[in-house]
């Protein structure tokens, strides 16, 4: 909650009325129509709407049929216990999902928009249940992400990449620091990997607005190797499928 406002402090309803109304005459809103003529409206973009999922799901089918590319660099991360391998991201699962959040080395606080993205995801043990973990890496020490991962109040596994080439080497930051420059010259996106023993292969990443309609289950499962791994979907050969709906759970019902 902004510390200008509170459940307590007074609002003035005729001033929020005249701002509203002066906000709704300089906008050229739509029409205002029957129940009917509205159906009708609706329903014709739903049909756009559903052209649009079936789009997406023949993209997420063409997606999961990318080359993909061996990791060589064996990366080691700081965590808050410790060091990491990025093999040890997967947590003894086959997928990671790993989100490149900007937060430069130099700087107290993350990106504002890398952080409204970790806001909106929900709880892991829907990616887990589906062989695929999640985590953040940024190039800020771990000391400052902790800081900031308290003051967020979020529980995602978060590394610091500070001191490596890990950010450079996945096309997310420079090849040293930017003073100066927002977030020292740092960027975003999210890269997908698939893991087999001890090989780890990028299979896809995505940056900009690949990354804004991101946050739900489904949203990040379509972007992995496997998929939702549901029947219904158009994957390679040999894949693990199983019946939609009946794998999901309450969060704290999995494993049960």
Not at 95 to 115: E, K, R, T
Not at 162 to 169: A, E, I, K, R, T
Request: hydrophobic share 35%; aromatic share 12%; with cysteine.
């Amino acid at each position: 909650m902004h510390a200008a406002w509170s459940a307590e402090t007074p609002v003035d309803p005729a001033a929020t009325r005249s701002t509203f109304q002066q906000e709704d005459e300089d906008m050229n809103l739509p029409p205002v129509v029957s129940q009917e003529e509205w159906e009708a409206a609706l329903e014709k973009l739903r049909a756009k709407e559903k052209d649009a999922t079936h789009a997406r799901d023949a993209l997420a089918a063409e997606r999961r049929r990318l080359p993909r590319v061996r990791i060589e660099k064996k990366y080691v991360l700081d965590g808050p216990n410790g060091r990491a391998r990025l093999v040890d991201l997967f947590d003894g699962r086959r997928q990671l999902i790993l989100y490149h959040f900007m937060f430069g080395p130099n700087q107290d606080a993350g990106c504002d928009g890398c952080s409204m993205v970790i806001d909106h995801i929900g709880h892991l043990a829907h990616l887990n249940a589906r062989d695929t973990s999640f985590a953040a890496v940024s190039r800020a020490p771990i000391a400052n992400i902790e800081r900031y991962r308290k003051r967020m109040g979020w529980s995602i596994p978060w590394l610091s990449s500070f001191g490596s080439d890990f950010n450079h080497d996945f096309g997310v930051g420079p090849e040293s620091p930017r003073p100066g420059e927002y977030q020292d010259g740092e960027s975003f996106g999210l890269s997908v990997f698939l893991r087999d023993g001890e090989n780890i292969y990028r299979t896809y990443f995505t940056s900009g607005r690949g990354v804004e309609a991101l946050g739900t289950v489904w949203s990040f499962l379509d972007l992995t190797p496997l998929g939702r791994q549901e029947e219904w979907e158009d994957s390679p050969e040999g894949y693990p499928k199983t019946p939609p709906y009946k794998w999901w759970r309450r969060h704290d019902e999995y494993g049960r």
